[in-house]
């Protein structure tokens, strides 16, 4: 298998399969290597850490307001992209609760970030959907939400985060990370939360036993070195603290955004991408491709590239995507449908909780 390659990746094959640790200079020759090397190195990985499995659990989503004081180019869906504003009160948010699937296991919450919200507001929707629904986990607020609305409210990071949790919080979600490099956050999405803020929130979660999920935002105008570099600090983060449940790349889409004019990625630079994280990011459990946006037959191709966990049954229930260019533009599949996709790439199909555990 590793006869034809050329000899520093040779050496870095070597590496991997005796489980060494990739240094971050060595991270960009891998997106350097040919694609059945990675598939087979990712999967290898993989396999160590969850065998067969692939992950699923049943979950919907609520976006509290596409209003945001921000301007992401890449964002086709606060307000100013789409030209229709929404804010949903807590009597709104109390009957989506009521009316979502009786067997959903968590609730995933985000949206923009708004002008004169507080976090005594989000505390709010926590209390109510706790009082809906006691038995839900709730995976909420972005640390680019949560920088912005603990901020607003005056407060230390640590003590916004512990009354987020006491009002109800169980989990966060991995958005806003975008790509940390400066100078390309700079040109991206000038004016939120700095890579630097991004790990500080989900520093002080994971110190207050808040697990988090981690994104990047690749495809666009940033290099592989960015990409690495990206990882690498979410890799320490993860030394320190052991608080990512998940990494989960997210494709940039270009439609309907200021970013139009970039070029999408093509499927096999999606493929390296994938794998690439897999092997890289040898202190994470889980590798997560988010099937709404990336689609359900690359979802199967996927979880022969470190893939994992496909995320949720969603019930159409998410606009993030749809206006970017998302494959499914109206999100949904039912358990059954899951499983199906799973079970016929030829994998074994692992209803999960929020934290990884095994429904039977
Ligand atoms: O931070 C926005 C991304 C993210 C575009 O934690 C775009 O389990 C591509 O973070 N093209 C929000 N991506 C969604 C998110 C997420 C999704 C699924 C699961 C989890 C999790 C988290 O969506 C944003 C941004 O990176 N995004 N616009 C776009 N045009
Ligand atoms: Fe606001 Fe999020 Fe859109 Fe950025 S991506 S403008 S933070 S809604």
């Not at 968590?106 to 809906?132: F, N, Q, W």
């Not at 590798?287 to 893939?307: D, R, S």
Request: aromatic share 8%; proline share 3%; glycine share 6%.
């Amino acid at each position: 298998m590793t006869d034809n390659l050329k000899p520093e990746h040779k050496k870095l094959v070597e590496k991997i399969l005796n489980q060494q640790r990739i240094e971050a200079e060595d991270g960009v020759l891998l997106y350097e290597m040919e694609l059945g090397t990675l598939a087979w190195l990712a999967n290898t990985i993989r396999e160590q850490k969850n065998g067969r499995n692939a992950y699923y659990i049943r979950n919907f989503h609520i976006e509290p307001t596409n209003i945001c004081i921000y301007n992401c180019r890449f964002c086709s869906y606060s307000s100013k992209a789409t030209g229709n504003a929404w804010e949903h009160d807590l009597e709104k948010i109390r009957s989506i609760v009521q009316t979502s699937p009786k067997d959903a296991r968590e609730v995933h919450i985000t949206g923009g970030v708004h002008p004169s919200r507080d976090v005594a507001y989000y505390s709010g929707i926590l209390k109510a959907i706790k009082e809906e629904r006691p038995d839900l986990h709730i995976k909420a607020y972005s640390a680019v939400e949560l920088h912005k609305m603990i901020e607003n409210a005056g407060m230390q990071m640590k003590d916004g985060l512990q009354m987020l949790k006491t009002a109800g919080l169980d989990s966060i979600p991995g958005g806003g990370a975008e790509i940390f490099a400066e100078d390309v956050r700079k040109k991206i999405c000038p004016d939120k939360a700095n890579g630097n803020q991004w790990m500080e929130v989900h520093r002080q979660a994971h110190l207050c036993g808040i697990r988090s999920g981690a994104t990047m935002l690749y495809g666009h105008i940033e290099s592989y070195a960015d990409r690495i570099e990206h990882m690498n600090q979410l890799r320490k983060l993860q030394d320190e603290t052991k608080g990512f449940l998940s990494f989960i790349p997210l494709k940039f889409r270009n439609s309907n955004n200021p970013m139009s004019d970039i070029a999408e990625c093509s499927a096999i630079e999606d493929l390296k991408n994938y794998a690439v994280s897999r092997i890289f990011l040898d202190n994470f459990d889980h590798i997560k491709a988010y099937w709404p946006m990336i689609g359900k037959k690359m979802t199967q191709i996927l979880l022969e590239f470190g893939v994992d966990d496909i995320d949720g049954t969603i019930d159409d229930t998410t606009e993030i995507y749809s206006r970017a260019g998302a494959e499914d533009q109206n999100p949904g599949m039912s358990s059954n449908e899951m499983r199906q996709l799973i079970e016929t790439a030829g994998f074994i199909a692992c209803e999960r909780d929020s934290v990884y555990n095994i429904i039977d």
